[in-house]
């Protein structure tokens, strides 16, 4: 479907050689390192390859603009990520930016001319290498402040500010980041799935109509840590049973939940002291609760606290609970949900109206712009992981799709 | 009660300031390291005030001998450990031992002269510094051979060959350490519970007439790693909730077993990949469960293999069993139990007949020799940590009824 065919898989593939870990079999790039800094000036030789005009912001975001008959008209953004997680997959975020671009050659070779400007734009640090997510997209949206850049620290203690100074980027320029509401049409991300939705239903093609946001917290059960073999069944205030009672509790509430939507997880957890000769006596749980109902999600949050402490009185232990992140779910807008049903019916393919459950640079930006995002299926749901996979023609698709929602919203 | 006040009290936190990291709060004295053999050095000086003749053999365990009236008649053995795990307590082990130098002190003051050898020990390494604890006892048992002083590493890749020449012993005399069994007459340990059960029952002392020992096992559940947000509560198989079911499931089990003394207890649980986002495809438990019945253990331990089974299929996940120890409950000698009963009616106390679910080296020697043991109280059950803590009187009384029972034993 591209043309010249294998144009964007070959790209994929040469992107995904520049990685700090090639030897643990996945691709390592993280935002603002050299390695970053070299895959992004590539992409910059593809942009300009198909005619776009450049331009970087204060926070790394890279733009490649293809000018519209109506220069003042509100753009059309596209666009998602090329950083990576540690030993990530070749697609996550990538699939975004290098199909935005494959789109363009689309457009381009169809005789198609925008009316409204098509900008696309990779978004810097989609993945938290300082703990926060999103930190281009936030940037962009005014959702970060010069102080964040000090405070957020990525696992080596090196600061966002510090590493932006490192890549050639001028932290106190933070507020030129910011994109004015105004100026933006819609926002339209390509995206593979992360999930099996699309698999187990045999579907070739999501179109997003809301995206889901966490609400993410720990428990910390304590009871005694006491000797596994002097301490009678009878004697012990068990943490470790304690949070098991709360884990398959978080399963049952969730499968519960009155939007049939949400979904709890328990990701993380730590029973100390950590001997096997010994009783855990405190145990963490990490709580990820997501759904595009913010109202059915924060009723699973409220059940899943009273369940705990409930667990906990009857075991004559505590539990604390500590919050870590409460993000805002985003609804699609229907303009861009509505252009991009139409881009698959053109192809003959009938989309699956879902819901993203991960959360994307769209989500950030859907609280201020119009956003719409498109899912193409990932294998086994795999991501952030070696193994993540989408078949060329599925990724093909995707691009179709996006040229076509492109087409829509621009012409 | 000791003579004079307060002796064994000063040689307990003398000893103490034999530590590896005073930093972390707690004890570190890991057997065979310098700081070690300056401990033991002292152990000897004490011995030595104590009118003791001293050998050290092979494996690097210490005697002390005082020499009966029929010299060849089998000698009453007693002692413990004066090694600690890291950052431990003053009291594990080493009551065993000081304990045993001020016994002899107070027979001797009483004017006691035993028919009988006392021969006092400190074993090495009865903490597992190598993994496997109770070596030095081991060793004594003949249940270490030369290759396993090879196979044998710490956590930092020393063998314990290595180890053994870095301290003056030569790992090739090995066998030389075995202790004959027709040459011991008893051997009595004394020792904290590091339980709950003379605390919570509010007795001053316990005879031990049975040693639990454990059965180790690991069980892994695999099910499938997928994104948190992105998979739906009825498309997942996390291994996490199966484990959980498994977790609550064992102490259950352990609770309804027959005998009504065994203990499950899971203290090591690793969730992979352990990040909030991802719905966990690997988890590992490590189980213990201990009897000092090994019928009923084995029904405990085959009871929660099947649950876990049970809980796997149900989920559609994959469960192993890997085996780590499975080591035999040794039953105590009456004889032994007797005079340490006699001991304590003599000085006004009843004792509380009880099982020892801690492992002990008199648990090694107790497959080969006639053992017993001696309980004092520890406060909240707190061992193998710098809140270990018994009183002063507390141990006094167990120095106490191991001086009767030594009398009983070598009279």
Not at 159 to 164: G, I
Request: net charge negative; with cysteine.
């Amino acid at each position: 479907m591209t043309d010249p065919p294998g144009r964007l898989h070959a790209a994929i593939a040469e992107l995904a050689l520049f990685n700090d870990d090639p030897a643990a079999g996945g691709i390592t790039r993280e935002v603002y390192t050299p390695t970053y800094a070299g895959a992004l000036e590539r992409v910059q030789t593809w942009m300009r390859d198909a005619g776009l005009e450049l331009r970087v912001d204060a926070i790394g975001n890279l733009f490649g603009r293809w000018a519209g008959t109506e220069p003042g008209a509100p753009v059309v953004l596209t666009g998602s990520h090329v950083d990576t997680t540690l030993n990530a997959g070749a697609y996550d975020g990538v699939l975004g930016v290098l199909g935005a671009i494959e789109a363009v050659h689309l457009l381009r070779d169809r005789g198609f001319t925008p009316r409204r400007s098509i900008e696309l734009v990779a978004w810097a640090g989609e993945e938290p290498r300082f703990g926060t997510g999103c930190v281009g997209s936030r940037a962009a949206a005014g959702e970060l402040s010069r102080a964040d850049l000090d405070r957020l620290v990525d696992r080596n203690g090196i600061s966002m500010a510090a590493a932006l100074a490192a890549a050639g980027l001028n932290p106190d320029r933070l507020a030129a980041a910011r994109i004015d509401a105004p100026t933006v049409h819609a926002l339209v991300e390509l995206h593979i799935e992360q999930g099996i939705v699309l698999e187990t239903h045999g579907e070739p093609i999501g179109v997003v109509t809301a995206i889901a946001a966490p609400h993410d917290f720990r428990l910390t059960f304590t009871g005694a840590a006491t000797h596994a073999g002097a301490t009678p069944m009878g004697l012990r205030r068990d943490a470790l049973v304690g949070a098991a009672e709360a884990i398959v509790a978080i399963e049952r509430i969730a499968r519960a939940s009155s939007s049939g939507t949400t979904v709890g997880t328990v990701g993380v957890v730590h029973a100390r002291p950590g001997a096997i000769n010994v009783v855990p006596g405190t145990v963490e749980l990490d709580v990820d609760v997501r759904d595009s109902d913010a109202a059915a999600r924060e009723a699973v949050v409220a059940a899943i606290v009273d369940a705990a402490r409930k667990i906990a009185d009857a075991r004559d232990m505590e539990v604390a609970v500590h919050e870590i992140v409460e993000d805002v779910p985003v609804a699609c807008d229907p303009a861009v949900v509505a252009a991009a049903s139409e881009a698959c019916a053109e192809l003959g393919l009938t989309p699956r109206l879902m819901t993203s459950g991960a959360y994307h640079d769209a989500m950030i930006m859907g609280r201020r712009l119009p956003v719409g995002m498109i899912f193409v299926p990932s294998r086994g749901g795999v991501s952030h992981h070696p193994d993540e996979y989408t078949a060329p023609e599925e990724l093909d698709r995707g691009v179709a799709v996006l040229a076509g929602t492109l087409a829509r919203l621009a012409g």
